[in-house]
């Protein structure tokens, strides 16, 4: 069985764009009708071609023109951006973004902005809606979760105003824990019913798809009949699967394979999560397991990966948290985490590994590659940005149980960074076709409640760390290649046909930015520092950075699948 690929349309959609560029460029609307030009520029229009110099014209949310724009025609414009010396693109697309309830917190996506992000996606797993029956409503930032259905979060982020496009897919465990709460058993048929009803409602509100995190639990209990029945239900909306696969070190082989599985019976598209090797026991072995999705290809399978420029990642000190420990839900795991039977138990097997689990430090080898990211108690924030060789040494204790008492401490939670992969791998990874680039971050800013804790720097340096460190630096790939990893392929990856590249008729999202200084600057010491050489960002054709400066503006919408 094959997945049918939307690529031929897609590409056919390209071709005519190129066709009403060439048509566009010896004509055009009447210059009076002109809201923006950006003149002068080195357009790289996304689609892969390389750059060329072309002015671009703009009225509304839209670009009407690409070619030579005549003086007379710059001189009447109501807004004109000289943009020589700088590089043109379309507004990266964040395939991969955890914002859902920072845009909510503040709507001006700083950190992102400053990237040249103008699209995020959200909606990995635990997506902010629906939130009905065992569905707990907790949210960061004093949030009040005043809806239930995922149709409901867009609408409080439009009246709430947003300075970016935001799309979401459902998540599987979201759906899961308003029908089963933290439970581990199975569901009934009913149960399962209730679940691909709450799949489609999403879908008929605008999702792109279903997503799953397969690491952690709850998000462990799914199985993979259940997310191939999910799975179908947003084909006929043209969905996708996306999905953080089950093990990313020992076992990736298999975790893989049951994504390829799930794609090809629900005869759905897949894209895999930041795509990596988190293990330093199978390190350079990258272009063995990628081949398994270059096999899929082969056979006709719509699968594709994303990845973020780090050779570290993010998740949680839960992870430490061997699976049984955590049966029954968060209560459950912290009483077995102050018992010290269970806590003996649980350091033996994060010593020696349990079948079938990815076990997290096993894959980093050593304490002194985790750091804690961020607490929520006042008496722990001095272990922020520290490893957790560096905490138990300070406190005295065994790193197992300084880990152990600071989840008791945090009630359960607590980001933190993981040192799991090798440059080559990451590298490797950036010359594959069908890998796109997503941060994996989230939407926040140096001060206030979003400016806590030291995340991890792809928050505020994916997309330029890129352009500075492996495009102009490592020359790892060319400038054309890597924008259209951040614009084109993810806006084909979701079916959003108005976005991703440069051309009359697509929607007006810009990033403007000198290909010569371009650079991120957040570090794992000292993450929250925007990036620079992103010069002007411009979002439904209204600028939300001039020169290197959010202008307050809130041009953003939700952007809904097949609406």
């Known amino acids: 069985m094959k997945i049918f690929s939307r690529n031929k349309r897609w590409t056919g959609s390209v071709i005519l764009l190129s066709f009403l560029t060439f048509l566009t460029s010896c004509s055009g609307p009447p210059a ?16 892969g071609a390389p750059g060329y110099q072309a002015d671009i014209a703009i009225n509304g949310d839209t670009i009407v023109k690409v070619g030579e724009i005549s003086p007379e025609e710059k001189e009447a414009a109501r807004s004109l951006l000289g943009a020589e010396g700088l590089v043109v693109s379309p507004g990266f697309i964040d395939i991969h973004s955890h ?38 409503k907790d949210a960061p930032y004093g949030i ?14 439009e009246q709430g105003g947003i300075a970016v496009n935001v799309g979401s897919f459902v998540g599987s465990t979201q759906v899961r824990l308003c029908v089963l709460g933290e439970a581990s058993r199975e569901p009934t048929p009913d149960e399962m019913l209730e679940m691909e009803a709450l799949v489609k409602e999403a879908m008929e509100e605008g999702a792109y798809g279903v997503s799953s995190a397969l690491l952690v639990p709850p998000n462990t209990y799914i199985t993979t009949e259940q997310l191939v029945k999910l799975a179908r ?25 049951e994504a390829i599985e799930i794609g090809e ?18 390190w350079e072995k990258m272009d063995q397991v990628s081949d398994l999705i270059g096999q899929a290809r082969s056979r006709g399978l719509e699968v594709t990966a994303n990845q973020y420029p780090y050779i570290a990642g993010q998740n949680n000190l839960v992870a430490l948290v061997p699976p049984w420990a955590m049966e029954g839900g968060t209560d459950l795991m912290l009483k077995r985490l102050g018992d010290q039977a269970a806590r003996k138990r649980m350091e033996k097997d994060l010593m020696e590994g349990i079948p079938g689990w990815f076990n997290h430090y096993l894959a980093m080898g050593e304490w002194k590659n985790c750091l804690v990211a961020s607490v929520k108690s006042e008496k722990n924030k001095r272990f922020e940005g520290k490893s957790l060789a560096q905490i138990a040494e300070e406190t005295g204790k065994d790193p197992a149980d300084a880990v152990w008492d600071l989840l008791l401490d945090e009630h359960g939670s607590v980001p933190a960074v993981y040192f799991l992969m ?34 991890h720097p792809r928050w505020y340096g994916t997309f330029p760390r890129i352009l500075g460190k492996y495009v102009r630096e490592e020359q790892v790939l060319p400038l054309e290649a890597a924008i259209r990893k951040m614009t084109s392929l993810n806006a084909e990856k979701l079916g959003i046909e108005d976005r991703g590249l440069i051309a009359p008729g697509m929607k007006a ?19 929250h520092q925007f990036s620079v050489g992103i010069d002007y960002v411009v979002v439904n054709g209204v600028f939300v950075l001039e020169k290197g400066v959010y202008t307050g503006e809130k041009p953003g919408r939700v952007l809904r699948k097949g609406f």
């Open 32 to 47: 009076d009708s002109y809201d923006l030009i950006v003149s002068g520029g080195l357009v790289v229009d996304g689609s």
């Open 99 to 136: 914002s859902d309830w920072a845009l909510l917190a503040d709507g001006s996506a700083l950190s992102k902005i400053h990237q040249g992000v103008t699209t995020e996606i959200l909606g990995e797993s635990l997506s902010a809606g629906p939130i009905k029956g065992l569905a707990k």
């Open 144 to 157: 009040n979760v005043d809806w239930s259905t995922l149709g409901g979060y867009f609408e409080r982020l």
């Open 233 to 257: 239900v947003v084909k006929p909306f043209g969905g996708i699967y996306s999905t953080h696969i089950r093990s990313e070190g020992l076992g990736i082989e298999e975790a893989i394979g």
């Open 265 to 282: 019976k629900a005869q759905v598209p897949v894209d895999v999560i930041h795509f990596k090797i988190a293990d330093r026991r199978l």
């Open 422 to 455: 090798c440059e080559e791998d990451v590298k490797y990874l950036m010359g594959l076709p069908w890998v796109s680039f997503g941060s994996d971050g989230t939407a926040v800013r140096p001060d206030g409640p979003l400016g806590e804790g030291k995340p």
């Open 509 to 527: 999202d810009l990033a403007v930015f000198n290909p010569e200084t371009v650079s991120d600057r957040a570090t794992f010491e000292q993450p």
